[in-house]
């Protein structure tokens, strides 16, 4: 029999946590709407509701990857928690970026989304790792 290790050996078993890295290309971003489609769907979310899961994916991967580093690498989690999809996303980003503003996708972010965040952390090179973190509750936006 297979010797099997967890990576995280204290983890939540009863809110299993699915983590994803890619390269952080717009090609990939079809692998990203779908892995979230396959949660919500899995997790009983309406048809409407799949959707805004979908597009909110999409605005926030689009948001990262036109500002990733090259042979940076993107890491999406998502975990399904007190009734509510909770995804995270992640990359290296260039030291140019001006994430100052709101970009018209932020506001598509806003209204598709129970709550958003973003966070820039200095990375290695001068450039940094910006999350974007968001959740969708189950059944109609607030």
Not at 57 to 83: G, I, W
Request: hydrophobic share 40%; aromatic share 6%.
């Amino acid at each position: 029999m297979a010797n099997v290790k967890t990576i995280e050996p204290d983890q939540d078993y009863a809110h299993p946590v699915v983590e994803l890295r890619i390269r952080a290309t717009p090609d990939q971003l079809s692998v990203l709407r779908a892995l979230a489609a396959a949660i919500a769907i899995h997790e009983d979310f309406d048809l409407d509701s799949i959707a805004d899961v979908k597009l909110a994916m999409d605005e926030a991967c689009t948001y990262l990857l036109v500002r990733a580093t090259p042979e940076a690498v993107l890491v999406c989690r998502l975990q399904y928690l007190n009734n509510s999809l909770h995804v995270t996303v992640s990359t290296t980003t260039s030291p140019s970026d001006d994430s100052r503003g709101t970009p018209f996708g932020w506001h598509v972010l806003n209204a598709l989304t129970d709550s958003i965040d973003m966070t820039r952390e200095p990375g290695v090179d001068g450039s940094f790792v910006t999350t974007i973190e968001f959740v969708r509750a189950n059944g109609p936006s607030s």
